[in-house]
């Protein structure tokens, strides 16, 4: 079982490096922000309670997180692993992965960080906001979900280093050089 956290702040390249791993080694993909934009478009009520935080820059509530979490990694039959993809993002969604994993026999594999400055987030997040219109790409709730990420989630980094998990990835250069990183990372596993 090969159990991926792959993390970083918002624009480091989550879901572009994801998509190569997946393409690779077969595993699934849990991205919980497509999860929420799914559920946005299909104006579900789970769709409108996140809606609001999104669009604040803001985190949706641990326990309900938590929750669509475990139901989509239920819906996972003969899953050759998964690669978790803006979850965790606090410390209790980061316990509750520990244990919904452990009651399955497994666990996280390797915690990968794409470490990448803020000036280039930015650049790359107003850039997908003109192309994409993805809402929440703009730059006053860009600045918010930074904050939200040094305050809320960048404590996850201590948090697997104490698990022995963390694996730091420098997450500027080509989208190839990177893949071949995490790559390596992968292999010494
Ligand atoms: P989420 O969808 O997870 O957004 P995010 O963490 O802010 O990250 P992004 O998806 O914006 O970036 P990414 O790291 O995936 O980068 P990407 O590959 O797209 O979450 C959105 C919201 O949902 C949250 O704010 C929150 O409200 C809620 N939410 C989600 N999960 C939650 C949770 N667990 N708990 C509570 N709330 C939650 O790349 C970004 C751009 O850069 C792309 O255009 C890409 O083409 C480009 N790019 C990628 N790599 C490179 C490169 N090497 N060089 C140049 N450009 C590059
Ligand atoms: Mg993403």
New binding site residues.
Partial sequence: MLNIVIF?A???????QSERIVEKYGINHI????V?RAEIKNGTELGKTAKG??DQ????PDSL?IDILAGVLDSFKDSKGVIF?????TIA?AGALKQMLAERGQEVSVMLDLDVPEDELMT??I??GQETGRT?DNEETIKK?LVVYHSQTAPLIDWYKSEGKYQHIQGV???EG?FADIVAAIEKL
């Fill in positions: 970083g918002p624009g480091s390249g989550k879901g572009t991205s919980t922000g497509d929420l935080y999104i820059g803001q985190l949706i997180m993809d803006g979850f965790p993002r969604q790359r997040l850039k997908r929440d979900r250069g080509t989208m990177i």
